[in-house]
């Protein structure tokens, strides 16, 4: 019992350190002296427009669904501290509807070997080993996961539809520049209300190399939880149907950090396929309807 207390005790200490520190780092990009002007504003767009095309994202409207297989792995005390899926480490298969947070996750392995959880229009339902379903109550790890995961494999495409799309400069992140544009809604001002991104687009390459975003909704109830943000590297991209898709996506808690071992959690994709499955298959009950973009 003493363990658990003190185990517990030591995760909201460095939580909370580091969720102080981590309000001011970001807010060094979005605090910077840019405001949203109509010379930033058409910058911005126009970067974010450039790297949606340059990875082929003007062809996912092509398609309705898309599956893949994966490897996810979380690492250390804030790993087991913030995992969404039953296991620290574990493979699983993924289905989702473009442009939707309707998706299934399938667990090969671990805990939950076997069983199915999803999302249809927000409503969680699972499926067991004897393939019944039930819509039950909200397992939020699992409603967060499913959708965030969606939410990173979309990113760019979705992004680019914000209403505030504002230039913010140039970077640099090992050995590499960037241009820098920030995302957002109802204002650019960090707020609780909405998440900011800030879009990192190599000058080389025009790809986005990184993405850093608050965390405003989320399943941690740690001291000043809200503040949460991360950064996330997509790299092993892979041309499937004219469209670059990154086949490795590694999380870092709060920061980019110089060394890319040090991450939080890391999904490896392999089998990513479009269209291989019937977008009925995400519809386990017709009254409740189909998802859209929206949370």
Same mark, same amino acid.
């Given at each position: 019992?003493?363990?658990?207390?003190?185990?517990?005790?030591? $995760?909201? $200490?460095?939580?909370?350190?580091?969720?102080?520190?981590?309000?001011?780092?970001?807010?060094?990009?979005?605090?910077?002296? +840019?405001?949203?002007?109509?010379? +930033?504003? +058409?910058?911005?767009?126009?970067?974010?427009?450039?790297?949606?095309?340059?990875?082929?994202?003007?062809?996912?409207?092509?398609?309705?669904?898309?599956?893949?297989?994966?490897?996810?792995? &979380?690492?250390?005390?804030?790993?087991?501290?913030?995992?969404?899926?039953?296991? =620290?480490?574990?493979?699983?298969?993924?289905?989702?509807?473009?442009?939707?947070?309707?998706?299934?996750?399938?667990?090969?392995?671990?805990?939950?070997?076997?069983?199915?959880?999803?999302?249809?229009?927000?409503?969680?339902?699972?499926?067991?080993?004897?393939?019944?379903?039930?819509?039950?109550?909200?397992?939020?790890?699992?409603?967060?996961? $499913?959708?965030?995961?969606?939410?990173?494999?979309?990113?760019?495409?979705?992004?680019?539809?914000?209403?505030?799309?504002?230039?913010?400069?140039?970077?640099?992140?090992?050995?590499?520049?960037?241009?820098?544009?920030?995302?957002?809604?109802?204002?650019?001002?960090?707020?609780?209300?909405?998440?900011?991104?800030?879009? &990192?687009?190599?000058?080389?390459? +025009?790809?986005?190399?990184?993405?850093?975003?608050?965390?405003?909704?989320?399943?941690?109830?740690?001291?000043?939880?809200?503040?949460?943000?991360?950064?996330?590297?997509?790299?092993?991209?892979?041309? $499937?149907?004219?469209?670059?898709?990154?086949?490795?996506?590694?999380?870092?808690?709060?920061?980019?950090?110089?060394?890319?071992?040090?991450?939080?959690?890391?999904?490896?994709?392999?089998?990513?396929?479009?269209?291989?499955?019937?977008?009925?298959?995400?519809?386990?009950?017709?009254?409740?309807?189909?998802?859209?973009?929206? =949370?």
């Amino acid at each position: 019992m003493k363990r658990t207390i003190y185990r517990l005790a030591a $995760i909201l $200490i460095v939580g909370s350190t580091l969720l102080q520190s981590c309000r001011a780092d970001l807010g060094k990009i979005l605090d910077k002296d +840019n405001p949203v002007t109509a010379e +930033n504003t +058409n910058k911005g767009e126009e970067l974010l427009n450039g790297a949606w095309k340059t990875q082929g994202l003007d062809n996912l409207k092509k398609h309705q669904v898309y599956s893949y297989d994966s490897h996810d792995e &979380w690492k250390g005390m804030l790993g087991s501290m913030g995992k969404v899926w039953p296991d =620290k480490k574990g493979d699983m298969s993924f289905k989702y509807k473009v442009g939707t947070f309707d998706g299934q996750v399938t667990f090969k392995g671990g805990k939950r070997d076997g069983e199915v959880a999803g999302l249809q229009n927000w409503n969680y339902y699972e499926i067991g080993e004897e393939q019944d379903t039930a819509f039950q109550k909200r397992d939020k790890r699992l409603v967060f996961g $499913i959708s965030a995961f969606q939410y990173f494999g979309e990113m760019v495409d979705r992004l680019k539809n914000a209403p505030i799309v504002v230039y913010a400069g140039e970077d640099e992140a090992r050995g590499e520049m960037y241009d820098l544009v920030v995302c957002t809604w109802n204002t650019i001002e960090a707020h609780d209300g909405s998440d900011q991104y800030v879009v &990192w687009i190599n000058k080389k390459t +025009n790809m986005v190399d990184y993405v850093q975003y608050t965390i405003r909704e989320n399943y941690l109830k740690v001291p000043g939880y809200k503040a949460m943000y991360g950064g996330i590297q997509f790299s092993d991209y892979k041309t $499937i149907d004219g469209i670059q898709i990154p086949h490795e996506q590694t999380v870092f808690v709060f920061d980019l950090k110089k060394k890319k071992k040090k991450y939080l959690h890391q999904l490896r994709i392999t089998n990513f396929k479009f269209d291989d499955f019937d977008s009925k298959d995400l519809v386990i009950d017709e009254a409740k309807g189909v998802g859209g973009d929206f =949370k």
